[in-house]
């Protein structure tokens, strides 16, 4: 037999009010931090392609020849992309020093790049180093810059060859 209306709808707004206060109450405790009191987060966040790995050649006729017709352009370009590497020194230690690979299976696409990495708050020297072309030798792209770090500040280095290279803010 139903139970009637009236007590139908108040142990309804029961349980939905029990529910809402677990929820509410484990939404905001136990209180969590990603970051100790007195630090800050440097986070490297990008997604570049890496200029093409090898130079545009021309084919000769005796290659050209045995080629399908359909396949007989005068210029070979390969596909592939260099790696993208990134160095980050802070106060002068290397804190990343590593190459991101493109994408891809025939390694053509961008190259993403994510690290994240607390740091003490307070005044640091930040020095990113970007190589974006493996036949250059050396970084192709480079900036330093003095930043403060409040606690729980997030100062993230962003690496885009048409802004002008790296990007800090």
């Known amino acids: 037999m139903p139970w009637p209306s009236p007590i139908r709808y108040a142990a309804q707004a029961l349980l939905y009010g029990a529910f809402a206060a677990f929820v509410g109450y484990f939404s905001t405790h136990p209180t969590f931090s990603l970051l100790a009191p007195n630090e800050g987060l440097l ?4 997604m570049a392609p890496g200029k093409p790995r090898f130079e545009c050649r021309q084919r000769t006729p005796e290659e050209l020849a045995r080629l399908p017709p359909q396949m007989r352009a005068q210029t070979e370009c390969p596909r592939e992309r260099s790696a993208v590497r990134v ?3 802070l106060d002068g230690v290397a804190v990343i020093d590593r190459a991101f690979p493109p ?4 390694k053509d696409g961008a190259a993403a790049g994510y690290r994240r990495l607390p740091v003490p708050a307070g005044t640091h020297e930040l020095k990113v180093q970007v190589n974006d072309d493996a036949r250059a030798k050396g970084y192709t792209f ?4 003095r930043v403060a770090i409040a606690p729980g500040q997030i100062v993230l280095i962003d690496f885009n060859p048409e802004r002008g290279g790296v990007l800090i803010r």
Request: hydrophobic share 40%; proline share 0%.
């Open 43 to 46: 986070r490297l966040s990008f």
């Open 87 to 89: 160095r980050v020194e």
């Open 103 to 106: 994408a891809g299976l025939a």
């Open 142 to 145: 480079e900036k330093s810059e």
